[in-house]
């Protein structure tokens, strides 16, 4: 992403259109807009190809694209379950390595990296019936990044219908509600409830997530999943719309310091 956001820089500081930048390469307009927002890997050939379009003439700069290019294609750890992860996953799984905010609203499970481990596997067990335990652990791994030394903010929306429902029986929803609330504790996890009683909020329509890289020349990150895809909305006025939305969710949900308070309810209803 960082170095699809540079070479946009330089395309667009010389005014070349990214139908022209796609003949550079031999390839469309289309490629040139995923290579710009880091949807795609980069060969070297195009970052040379794109730099004698583009003017860049200085040795050390062309050595820098270079050099980020070839970091860029190295695999991430994530690459390691490549057989239990579905293409459009990978991208946000790598995206979400980087990102030093995720936002997010969900309505019908516990969002992903704050799921127990028997929560998880229930919840994975929901859609599928091989290899359940590589695909727990992949879970497990992602949560990862909320125990580094500088972990990104998770901002949540949990739907109460969501801590309702009984995945996984009474037990495996006792342990996911107490490590929710343990979950309310550190400083860089927000979490909020939207009520049942609610009569209506922003994002009726589903789940909802938008990632913020740390490079904050970098574009959000909408993420949007289906049953068997994704959706990666990168217009402006479409990333305008879903920050409003989960802004708007923040508002009309519970306040994060009456989350403990909602949690312990739910479970004593269990």
Known sequence: MVLGAHLRRLRESRGISRERA????RASQSKISRLELGRTGFKPRDIVDLCALYGVTDEAERATLLDLARQANMPGWWHEYADVTPSWFEPYLGLEQAASVI?????????????????????IELGHTAEVERRLELRMRRQEILRRPHPPHLWTVIDEAALRRPIGGRAVMVTQLRHLIDMCGPAHVTIQLMPLQSAGHAAAGGPVTLLRMPEHHLPDVVYLEQLTSALYPDRREDLDHYRDILNRLATQAAPPDATPSLLHDILRDL
């Open 22 to 25: 796609g003949e550079a390469i």
């Open 103 to 123: 936002r997010m609203y969900e309505v019908q499970f516990v969002p992903g990296l704050l799921q127990t481990p028997d929560y998880a596997r229930a919840v």
